[in-house]
């Protein structure tokens, strides 16, 4: 046995490693049970979901062990709680928890932060160990790849889902750059991301038709989120009016009122009498039977109306390029 290891702080390590080796067992069964796998994210997935490419080297910090989610390549070796699932880790894991009760203590690990979320980057032992002994942080070395995205602890696959579309909308139109501070765009439903999309392409026609010139993507998304988004997210806030709807994000009544005002122009045309967004709030609120405050009634805003048929066809002919591109990769990397 090393020096550096006394022989019966390794042994007390050893009892330690198969009473949390058997919690991991019983921690898998129950995961599979419920239909919810104890284990931890996989650093390499999130960072190609979420689109993540800088890092900036924050310096060493203590960080709450609970909010270590992930691993970089030894996620599938623990639960979701560092408890070891197997039992050939034994040995190590005894003399890591040897060195923690020692009186020389542990050195730091080194993490990666992604939002709220740590992942480790070297020191996996350390941490199961650290959790293991009742710790509450550990000193780390801290690496972080900034986003604008939510990445909490404890998410669901649903919610990682969401967040990895919020990631890929945020890329195409790169409102985390043009707009640094915007307003988070989070929507319940995933898949309505590329609606979003369908909006900003529909809204670049719209400027290059009216300015006579080319507009690029990123232009109109910025101009799209100046000029119809926040406005309506300025509404909803003003009358704050997702208290009566808990469950549902800014981003969904954004979705709603655009697709009630579709609809009621495609039934009314020009003799619609909901016409802006105030328009709609009005009519969302009425429908909850949800009392409609007086100051909204005469709200006085400037909405843009986007119609159906023309939403349908650019999101068509977006996903039809978006396709092409794809294939075109696909033809390059095979030849």
Same mark, same amino acid.
């Given at each position: ?198 909006? *900003?392409?529909?809204?670049? +026609? =719209?400027?290059? #038709? ?6 690029? /993507?990123? !232009?109109?998304? @910025? ?74 009634? *005469?709200?006085?805003?400037? +909405? =843009?109306?986007? #119609? ?6 650019? /999101?068509? !002919?977006?996903? @039809? ?15």
């Amino acid at each position: 046995m090393p020096n550096d290891i006394n022989t019966s702080d390794f042994m007390e390590g050893v009892s330690a490693f198969q009473s949390a080796r058997m919690r991991a067992f019983w921690q898998d069964i129950f995961g599979l049970i419920r239909g919810k796998p104890a284990e931890l994210l996989s650093f390499e997935d999130i960072r190609a979901r979420l689109r993540l490419r800088d890092e900036y080297y924050k310096g060493l910090q203590d960080v709450p062990l609970e909010q270590i989610v992930g691993s970089v390549g030894r996620y599938r070796e623990f639960t979701s709680t560092f408890l070891p699932r197997r039992s050939k880790m034994q040995e190590r894991w005894s003399r890591v928890y040897s060195l923690a009760t020692g009186m020389v203590g542990l050195p730091p690990i080194e993490l990666y932060k992604v939002g709220n979320a740590y992942f480790v980057r070297d020191g996996n032992h350390r941490v199961s160990v650290a959790r293991q002994m009742g710790a509450k942080t550990i000193q780390a070395h801290v690496i972080e790849l900034p986003t604008s995205i939510s990445l909490k602890p404890s998410m669901t696959p649903d919610e990682l889902d969401a967040v990895a579309a919020q990631a890929e909308f945020l890329d195409i139109t790169r409102l985390d750059q043009t707009r640094p501070h915007h307003v988070a765009i989070e929507l319940s439903e995933p898949s309505r991301y590329d609606d979003l999309l369908g909006h *900003v392409h529909l809204h670049k +026609s =719209v400027m290059e #038709a009216t300015q006579k010139r080319e507009v690029s /993507l990123e !232009e109109a998304a @910025a101009d799209w989120y100046d000029t119809v988004y926040r406005p309506a997210v300025s509404l909803i806030r003003k009358y704050d009016v997702l208290k009566h709807v808990p469950g549902r994000t800014e981003g969904d009544l954004y979705l709603w009122m655009l697709d009630h005002l579709r609809e009621v122009k495609s039934q009314f045309g020009e003799e619609a009498s909901a016409r802006t967004f105030s328009d709609a709030l009005v009519d969302y609120l009425a429908q909850k039977r949800i009392p409609v405050p007086k100051d909204l009634l *005469v709200e006085n805003d400037d +909405s =843009v109306l986007l #119609a159906r048929a023309d939403l349908n066809q650019k /999101l068509a !002919e977006y996903k @039809a390029q978006l396709a092409q591109q794809n294939g075109s990769l696909h033809q390059e990397a095979s030849t």
